[in-house]
């Protein structure tokens, strides 16, 4: 990963200190209730530790999708056998457009699906009748364009709840949701997992931590720093199902 991908330079993450880091994270996953299917590395893709980028998961089925950096491409053809393992339908992301899952926020009935420098219009479109036909109603919603992802501003505390950045807190496609604004200078927490009671949070964010405990949530304390060196969070590191 330390060749991996990111917006304007910046260190290489520490690759031992990285690995360490996805441990606790994978260790995280597992206490909170989650049975783990580990995919092994592979050096030819660096930012392929970021798995969410590369599919959705539904309840039923998953959506391997066409990832927007062209050095990504390849890795929805790495993760199709794992997903086929799981999922009794795999569907291709129809036409030609690009939809990174960093993008795709999911709650129970909605899709909320950011247009982005990874996710265009056509990506959109196309993903947008698939999960139409899985009962989700899709949403597009911009990603502003100084962040890579939509969620790498805002995840899903509860059916819902929306923890959300000031930028996306008054978003018209959050409407009908109740929003906990993640505070002011700590843009950084947004980036949230929620499993089963637990909330995964990085760590760093003291004010946003207090306030997810003040409003009764488990929260989970977990260091991304050298995920972060290379744009990535909590929720990019794994498929949830
Ligand atoms: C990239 O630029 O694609 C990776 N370095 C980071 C991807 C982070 N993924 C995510 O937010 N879902």
Same mark, same amino acid.
């Given at each position: 990963?330390?060749?991996?991908?990111?917006?304007?330079?910046?260190?290489?993450?520490?690759?031992?200190?990285?690995?360490?880091?996805?441990?606790?994270?994978?260790?995280?996953?597992?206490?909170?209730?989650?049975?783990?299917?580990?995919?092994?590395?592979?050096?030819?893709?660096?930012?392929?530790?970021?798995?969410?980028?590369?599919?959705?998961?539904?309840?039923?089925?998953?959506?391997? *999708?066409?990832?927007?950096?062209?050095?990504?491409?390849?890795?929805?053809?790495?993760?199709?056998?794992?997903? =086929?393992?799981?999922?009794?339908? &795999?569907?291709?992301?129809?036409?030609?457009?690009?939809?990174?899952?960093?993008?795709?926020?999911?709650?129970?009935?909605?899709?909320? !699906?950011?247009?982005?420098?990874?996710? %265009?219009?056509?990506?959109?479109?196309?993903?947008?009748?698939? *999960?139409? =036909?899985?009962?989700?109603?899709?949403?597009?919603?911009?990603?502003?364009?100084?962040?890579?992802?939509?969620?790498?501003?805002?995840?899903?505390?509860?059916? %819902?709840?929306?923890?959300?950045?000031?930028?996306?807190?008054? %978003?018209?496609?959050?409407?009908?949701?109740?929003? &906990?604004? &993640?505070?002011?200078?700590?843009?950084?927490?947004?980036? !949230? &997992?929620?499993?089963?009671?637990?909330?995964?949070?990085?760590?760093?964010?003291?004010?946003?931590?207090?306030?997810?405990?003040?409003?009764?949530?488990?929260?989970?304390?977990?260091?991304?720093?050298?995920?972060?060196?290379?744009?990535?969070?909590?929720?990019?590191?794994?498929?949830?199902?």
């Amino acid at each position: 990963m330390s060749n991996g991908l990111r917006d304007g330079g910046g260190p290489n993450p520490d690759a031992d200190l990285f690995a360490a880091q996805h441990q606790a994270y994978v260790a995280a996953l597992q206490d909170a209730g989650l049975q783990i299917t580990q995919l092994p590395a592979n050096e030819e893709f660096p930012d392929s530790v970021f798995v969410e980028d590369a599919a959705i998961c539904l309840r039923d089925a998953a959506i391997a *999708l066409r990832p927007g950096a062209p050095s990504r491409f390849a890795e929805t053809a790495l993760i199709q056998p794992a997903l =086929k393992q799981q999922f009794g339908q &795999v569907i291709d992301l129809p036409g030609s457009g690009f939809v990174d899952g960093g993008d795709v926020l999911l709650s129970d009935n909605h899709a909320f !699906i950011g247009q982005s420098k990874r996710t %265009n219009q056509q990506g959109f479109d196309a993903l947008a009748e698939v *999960l139409t =036909k899985f009962n989700y109603h899709p949403i597009k919603v911009e990603t502003p364009a100084d962040i890579l992802h939509f969620k790498t501003e805002c995840g899903l505390l509860d059916s %819902n709840t929306i923890f959300a950045t000031g930028k996306l807190a008054t %978003n018209e496609g959050f409407k009908d949701y109740n929003i &906990v604004e &993640v505070p002011f200078g700590e843009e950084g927490a947004a980036n !949230i &997992v929620r499993i089963n009671e637990a909330v995964f949070i990085s760590d760093g964010y003291p004010k946003s931590h207090e306030k997810l405990r003040d409003l009764g949530y488990k929260v989970v304390i977990l260091n991304t720093s050298e995920a972060a060196k290379i744009d990535g969070g909590l929720s990019c590191m794994s498929l949830r199902f």
